[in-house]
């Protein structure tokens, strides 16, 4: 058991003297640019249209709902509407 240990051993140090010999591959790469502050600000954008476009199809369809139920309660007569339950 004492070989596997130190064979262990010594390929932990040769993998850290390769580590530390030089300059990593990363560093030689050349840089890129890949736009994601363009993106984060078109993200932006869109988010806030979206929630505009949200918002008035919810208005939309709480005016819908309201004159359906006026709607209804005219056909229905002198009846008092309850409202239902959620």
Do not use: C, W
């Not at 709902?65 to 008092?80: D, H, I, T, W, Y």
């Amino acid at each position: 058991m004492a070989a596997v240990f130190e064979q262990s051993l010594s390929s932990s140090l040769h993998r850290q003297s390769i580590i530390t010999t030089g300059p990593s591959m990363a560093d030689s790469l050349p840089s890129i640019n890949f736009g994601f502050d363009d993106l984060r600000e078109r993200m932006a954008k869109f988010t806030t249209k979206f929630d505009v476009f949200i918002e008035q199809g919810r208005k939309n369809v709480l005016e819908e709902r309201n004159q359906f139920r006026m709607s209804v309660a005219e056909l229905q007569g002198p009846f008092e509407y309850v409202e239902p339950a959620s």
